[in-house]
Each structure stands twice: as structure tokens, then as C-alpha cells.
């Protein structure tokens, strides 16, 4: 099957059952899930990135991705729509949660984060999708394109080398990832809704749950 193929059979899934069940292409062995009290605190923490941040604060949308996985990357222009539709109304984070089966998943997670470091962060995240049919998949190390990204985007180089390089990085993914296992995220995408996870079978019915959380 050819990657366009499968990337056509993802995104006509979601479009028909939206995120109705995790897009896991690894099961990840998870601790049992945070308690209903816990959810919240442990989905968004003061250090997790925010694309958009709500004048009120009321909702928060948060997604735990992975930066190689294909279902991520079919759900990604749907989040765009999203952030477009509720500007100003909701907040939207960014965990990450690379799949460990992906070669380049920690690679990419670490470019990212190295580019938010200097305030890069939804242009590196967005470079990351539109480009991933070009290296997603590889079994070869694409962390000299990753660089040649950064260097795109007008980032201080010798900055970005080290960070890339830096044990806070990885640690500061590790973070992502425990939170993501304590929530009891098994694969990517996987969406919670002010600390709930969100399981719609439909693009409706996740538009009409933030709808509602809005409305409470």
C-alpha cells in the first residue's frame, strides 16, 4: 500500500469516526489513568505550549501528538479549522507524545521544542505536518533535515544545536509523555476537553462538546 493510499484511508476514517477511539500505531503499556480530581492539573501544566490561549480560560482543548504519526497529520488541518472557528474562545496546547516505533518522532519532537525556545513553536509544528509525507516513515535519521527547517525559520543555529542536543529537551518531552501515560494515552491523537478525553464518532459532535462547554 502506498503512503498516499494509506494517508487516504486515515483521513477518510477520522472524517467518519473522528477520533472515536485512539489512533494508537503503538500501544503504549500506561499506569492506571490520573482520577477525575487529578485530569485537569495533569493534562495542561504552566509549562505546556498553547497555539491559541483563551481571554477567559474557561475551555482548554489539549492534544497529545506525535509528530511522525500519519492519523496526527490527517487530523491536523481539521485542529486548524478548529483554532480558526474559536479564536479567542479556546485555549489550544500541544503535548507531546512521540510513538516510540517512529524512528524520527523524538527527532522531530526535539526540533520543535528547541524552535519554541525561541519562539518559533507553531511555525516548527506547522513545518512538521506540511512536510511529513517527505520524511515521515524513514528508518534513517532525518535530524540534519530537521536542522535545515530550523535554520528556515531563522533560528539561532549554535541556540538550537545545543538545545536539540540538551538533556532539559528530552526531559522536557519525557514530562509530555509521563503526564500523557498517567492520563492513560496509549497512541496519538488523543484529545481531552477541559482534563475529560474526548471520544466523538463524528466532527459534529466534537464541535457541539466544545460548543457545550462553552455554553456552561
Known amino acids: 500500500m502506498t503512503r498516499q493510499t494509506k494517508i487516504a484511508i486515515i483521513f477518510g476514517v477520522i472524517a467518519v469516526t473522528l477520533f472515536g477511539g485512539v489512533f494508537a500505531y503503538e500501544n503504549l503499556t500506561a499506569p492506571a489513568p490520573a ?3 487529578e485530569r485537569r492539573d495533569v493534562s495542561v501544566r ?17 492534544e497529545f501528538l506525535d509528530f511522525e504519526c500519519e492519523a496526527c497529520r490527517a ?19 500541544l503535548r507531546y507524545f512521540p510513538i516510540p516505533s517512529h524512528t524520527n518522532a523524538n527527532n522531530a519532537a526535539y526540533a520543535v521544542e528547541s524552535a519554541a525556545r525561541q519562539g518559533k513553536l507553531e511555525a516548527m ?13 524513514s528508518q534513517d535519521s532525518k535530524a540534519a533535515l530537521f ?7 531563522g533560528l539561532d543555529m549554535a541556540r538550537y544545536d545545543a ?9 522536557r518531552i519525557e514530562r509530555d509523555v509521563a503526564d500523557g501515560r498517567r492520563l492513560g494515552v496509549s497512541g496519538t ?10 471520544a466523538p464518532s463524528t466532527t459534529e459532535e466534537f464541535i457541539e462538546a466544545i460548543d457545550g462547554a462553552l455554553a456552561e
Open 46 to 62: 504552566a509549562e505546556s505550549h498553547r497555539l491559541d490561549t483563551a481571554e477567559d480560560g474557561k475551555v482548554t482543548l489539549v
Open 163 to 171: 538545545d536539540v542536543a540538551s538533556p532539559d529537551v528530552a526531559a
Open 125 to 137: 509544528y506547522k513545518k512538521m505536518y506540511d512536510t511529513q509525507a517527505e520524511w515521515g516513515e
Open 189 to 198: 491523537p488523543t484529545f481531552y476537553l477541559n482534563g475529560q478525553r474526548l
Open 35 to 37: 482520577d477525575a480530581s
Open 147 to 153: 536542522r535545515q527547517f530550523a535554520q528556515d525559520l
Open 75 to 93: 487530523a491536523y488541518p481539521f485542529v486548524e479549522q478548529l483554532r480558526q472557528r474559536y479564536e479567542g474562545r479556546v485555549t489550544f496546547v
